[in-house]
């Protein structure tokens, strides 16, 4: 057995300051938070400030638990009004960002006839993807800026 001499630090000591630095824990993402503060906290702030940013009005938004367009079964859904008596639905069928969602536009006074899938293959859910295909389905309606 060799001795190590002792004025050479011992390589398996820790400092004091080492023991008392943690690793900083990650901040949780926006996702993980529930559902029922995400969605008006998170999600309704985030689409106002895109869809205002991408030219169009200012929408009236509601998070609500009520009675999903066209099917009738019972959802949890943001519904929006923009001027011009557009309306359209993003309905979550459980109270869970990543759960089955659809989407349902309407223009005019009459009520939506058709029920859309909406964001069916994505495998991670993010407070980025749902306010930017909202967006984008608005904006392919023609609803937002100077289309």
Do not use: H
């Amino acid at each position: 057995m060799t001795e190590t001499p002792s004025n050479t630090p011992d390589p398996v000591a820790i400092s004091p300051e080492a023991k008392t630095a943690a690793p900083k824990a990650k901040p949780p993402a926006p996702e993980d938070k529930p559902f029922e503060v995400f969605v008006p906290e998170l999600l309704v702030p985030a689409l106002v400030k895109e869809i205002e940013a991408y030219g169009g009005p200012a929408p009236e938004l509601v998070f609500e638990q009520g009675t999903m367009p066209v099917v009738g079964a019972d959802c949890w859904m943001v519904r929006g009004r923009l001027p011009g008596e557009r309306r359209f639905w993003l309905c979550f069928t459980r109270p869970d960002i990543s759960s089955a969602k659809t989407i349902a536009l309407s223009e005019g006074a009459g009520s939506p006839s058709l029920l859309e899938s909406f964001l069916i293959d994505e495998k991670k859910m993010t407070l980025s993807l749902l306010v930017s295909r909202v967006v984008q389905r608005l904006n392919g309606q023609k609803w937002l800026g100077p289309n």
